[in-house]
């Protein structure tokens, strides 16, 4: 991001953080939590990251994927994020383990009995979220935006709108929407908020946090079974675009400022579109990596995807003094870079 965008941001916002965090904190109180954001001290230690500075965040998302479904080399930018980076296999998900609510955990950093969401399509009629999302905190703690890329119509649900997040959905119901598609809408998405013009009426510059929902591969192993030569193919296409977004963010010279976490909304074996799920939640992947991650690391403390929330504003150096039950993956970082979160002003 330029200098002169990103300054133009934080001025523009820094007249609207002080009341919409007192908002944020009445929602949050009235819905209640008991785990604060702040997590265990680092345990082991790892390789030094390439670079300590973290300036943005790509959260990728996918579906029907497990460690097996690398075994065929079917997606060598995945497997090259997990060798460099941190990661665990066996993070907790939430119950029901199904699209909607697995991703309203995820951006809320909630679980299903408190964001309340277990119906899995889009209902107009429910309205979004109650719950502040990560989308929220990021702006109120440091006035940063988010872009956010979805391919199921279900999503619209939390697609609530505000002036520092962006969505776009191009869902199953358009055939044409694939993951190729979506790539493109993030390459005009990037090109246009580059012109200093901002896009559209919402973010100003260049996205702190890109999120992508890329779930072809679940969707093939459900209509062609997970042995198949289709599942293997939407394999492949998800990790092509997976690498198509990271040359983006070459291209712009954000990579080596960039941390990318990916985790799944199902694991290979499971419909995260249907209606019913396993009786209990399973464990889904969490890889992390880039800049400011530790590498070649396996994470030995728990993980549940509902602390991505909390990790990923560690990772841009912020913090939340709200109770919340995502908590931050310390172990992720390394000791000599982890420094704490850039410290706010103390709630009066």
Request: some cysteine; glycine content about 8%.
């Amino acid at each position: 991001m330029k200098q002169a965008d990103h300054r133009h941001v934080m001025t523009h916002r820094s007249s609207r953080i002080c009341t919409r965090l007192g908002a944020l904190l009445a929602c949050w109180l009235a819905i209640g939590a008991s785990t604060p954001v702040y997590a265990t001290p680092p345990v082991g230690e790892a390789a030094a990251p390439l670079n300590s500075v973290t300036e943005h965040v790509i959260l990728f998302v996918l579906e029907g994927f497990s460690q097996d479904s690398l075994k065929s080399g079917a997606m060598p930018v995945l497997s090259k994020l997990v060798k460099e980076g941190s990661v665990t296999w066996s993070a907790n998900a939430v119950q029901p383990a199904l699209r909607l609510p697995m991703m309203a955990s995820l951006v809320t950093g909630l679980p299903v009995e408190k964001h309340g969401i277990t119906w899995n399509s889009f209902e107009f009629s429910r309205g979004y979220p109650r719950a502040p999302s990560l989308f929220d905190y990021l702006d109120v703690a440091g006035g940063r935006d988010s872009a956010v890329f979805f391919m199921d119509e279900a999503l619209y649900q939390l697609a609530k709108p505000a002036p520092y997040t962006d969505y776009q959905l191009c869902g199953a119901l358009r055939p044409e929407c694939g993951a190729q598609k979506l790539v493109a809408y993030i390459q005009q998405y990037f090109q246009k908020a580059s012109s200093g013009h901002g896009y559209g009426h919402a973010v100003h510059a260049l996205p702190h946090l890109l999120v992508v929902h890329l779930p072809e591969a679940g969707r093939a192993g459900v209509l062609h079974g997970w042995n198949s030569k289709e599942y293997q193919e939407a394999l492949k296409t998800v990790d092509t675009a997976m690498k198509s977004v990271l040359d983006l963010f070459n291209h712009y010279n954000l990579l080596d400022r960039t941390a990318v976490l990916v985790t799944t909304l199902s694991t290979k074996g499971n419909d995260a579109g249907g209606e019913t799920t396993q009786a209990e939640a399973p464990a889904v992947p969490w890889i992390v990596s880039g800049a400011g991650i530790a590498r070649g690391q396996v994470i030995r403390q728990p993980v549940s995807i509902i602390d991505t929330g909390a990790t990923v504003m560690r990772m841009l150096k912020m913090e939340t003094h709200t109770e919340w039950d995502s908590k931050v993956i310390e172990e992720i970082f390394q000791n000599d870079t982890a420094a704490r979160a850039v410290p706010r002003a103390k709630k009066r």
